[in-house]
């Protein structure tokens, strides 16, 4: 019975002086260096080559720019000239396909105006022949008849060979019409490829353009990046991956990222490498931050990244 009691208090001490310090060690932070980086990050081109002939002095001074904002114009002389010369043959292109359609409405009058003295005529002719039968008239007469009747057929299959001419011109002018509207629409596009915009709401990187500046076709103008979605880039040793958990190193798992100034930002790990570096031996990680407060942050500022907060 006395040994039996020695064991269950020595049993009771051995797990209060295991357990905890177990739990203690279930889970530990550890701090890791990282830098902010833009996740909404793009580089901005002209399209065409030209010179500068106006600059936003908005976008310059700020260095900010909102969606569709024109940044810079290169001189439009030469794609506004081309444009007006496209505008004028479109629209005599226009002119000529509805002249093309009048003469189809034409030709289909003709037709039934043809048809209705074809109709005359056909009627004349069997009077002339009834007449002629019953001797009433000679045979030149009767010739006369039919030779009219002749020229009404001719005359009405004419016509018709006038009307398939007239809807085959329309049709040829309809796509002189298509192919004139294409070409419109293409020196539309050369126009607006002498401004540059901004393609949405962001902060301006290196954007230093200066009027009379003659610049290349693909030529880098600036980078432009959403100042609230950024990230953090860091790298984690593999010795501390062995129990990813243990430190907090999960996919999903909230950290708190924290400037120099002492400013807590939240955030959490949005992504985790597969890949180690073949020297350093450490692994590429994204921590995820939270809009507001990314909004804050300057671009490649220097970071540190507390995994486990309490």
Known sequence: MLKTKVLTTLGAVYAALVFPLKA????QSIALAGTVIADNK???SYETRGCINRVSQDALKS?????DQVLVELDDRSAALSLKTAQAVLSDLRAALEERAFAVQVAKAEILRVTEEQTFVNKEYDRTLILFQRGLVNETTLDNAERKKLDATFALQRAEEDLKRSIST?????????????EYEVRLLDVDALKLRAPFDGVLLDFMPKVGDCVAQGALAASIYAPEEKSVETYIYVEQL???EKVGVVIGKPVNVVRTNGQVCDGMFSLIGTEANLESQN???TIELEAGCAAELFLNEAVTIVTNPD
């Open 242 to 244: 062995v129990e990813p």
């Open 170 to 182: 329309k049709s040829r002018a309809e796509i002189s019409l298509e192919i004139g509207q294409l």
């Open 24 to 27: 203690s060690e279930s889970v």
């Open 283 to 285: 692994v590429k990680a």
């Open 63 to 67: 260095s900010l720019a909102s969606v």
């Open 42 to 44: 793009a580089t901005l």
